[in-house]
């Protein structure tokens, strides 16, 4: 990966009214820190540990805690790094409890959390961002991340038929989330949520066939799309906001205006007294 990429995804989020970026599951390539700090960008910065249920063995906790130090290290003096994740939903086991007294210790000023693997000074959930779920938790002694939320349509969990029938489904993403968003900015416990996911996984790799994740391979509407002389389709799923040449998606725009900080009602206005001003109830959340 070239710095040009990230540059361009930063910039696009930025214009999609989002405003933080989470580096699941891995370290981010340097640059993307640079960038961050420059265009104002929160970073939830990841070590680089998924899916992990071996945590508990003693033998890999010196790679645990190496792999998570030199994260830190790295990265530590950016502004833009608000938070560290010590891992993805893994077991937390004897390894990460000791690496998150290790990186309490180097950096005590930033919060540390885990991924759903455990609740530590910022609490984390996975999908769905829910009415329900907000409140259930609006009592919590911690703050809130929904670090996988407002999922774009993936095509891997038997949500395939419907796309079959009418793949004008997609414009309808948002439509149960508007009610879900106003009470997410209200809420005073839930402090975020990172879309799961900014761009397709989806990769054109020389000399391979068609190789697509999760056991689901014709569903996807991909091949034409991505197919090219020579190389193969691999990787999970097309779960972006953009695709994989950072072309915008019909989700993008939803999820611009979903996130624009000034919104402008379109209920029918009544006619003004004579003389009177046309007012237009305008909501900034700047």
Not at 95 to 120: K, Y
Request: charged share 25%.
């Amino acid at each position: 990966v070239t710095p040009e990429l990230p540059r361009q995804d930063l910039e696009l989020m930025k214009e999609a009214n989002l405003n933080a970026v989470r580096t699941s599951h891995y370290p981010p390539i340097p640059e993307l820190l640079d960038f961050a700090d420059e265009l104002g960008l929160y970073v939830e910065d990841e070590a680089s540990f998924c899916w992990v249920g071996v945590s508990g063995d003693l033998n890999f906790t010196p790679r645990i805690m190496q792999l998570t130090a030199e994260l830190v290290a790295r990265d530590r003096n950016h502004p833009s790094v608000f938070m560290w994740s010590l891992c993805n939903e893994s077991g937390f086991g004897y390894g990460f409890e000791r690496s998150h007294e290790w990186v309490r210790a180097a950096d005590r000023d930033r919060p540390t959390g885990a991924g759903t693997s455990a609740w530590l000074e910022i609490a984390t959930l996975h999908n769905p961002l829910a009415i329900s779920r907000i409140e259930e938790n609006e009592k919590l002694d911690r703050p809130l991340l929904f670090d996988e939320s407002l999922c774009i349509y993936q095509g891997i969990w038997g949500d395939v038929a419907e796309m079959w029938a009418d793949p004008g489904i997609r414009d309808y993403y948002v439509t149960p989330l508007l009610a879900v968003y106003d009470r997410f900015i209200k809420s005073r416990v839930t402090q975020g949520s990172f879309i799961w996911c900014w761009a397709d996984d989806i990769f054109c790799v020389p000399n391979r066939s068609l190789e697509y994740g999760r056991g689901v391979t014709q569903s996807h509407f991909l091949t034409e799309q991505y197919a090219l002389p020579g190389r193969g389709l691999t990787g999970d799923a097309p779960w972006g906001v953009v695709d994989g040449w950072r072309r915008p998606k019909p989700e993008f725009w939803i999820t611009k205006k979903l996130h624009s900080p000034v919104k402008i009602s379109e209920n029918p206005l009544p006619l003004p007294a004579k003389g009177e001003p046309i007012r237009i109830p305008v909501e900034n959340q700047y």
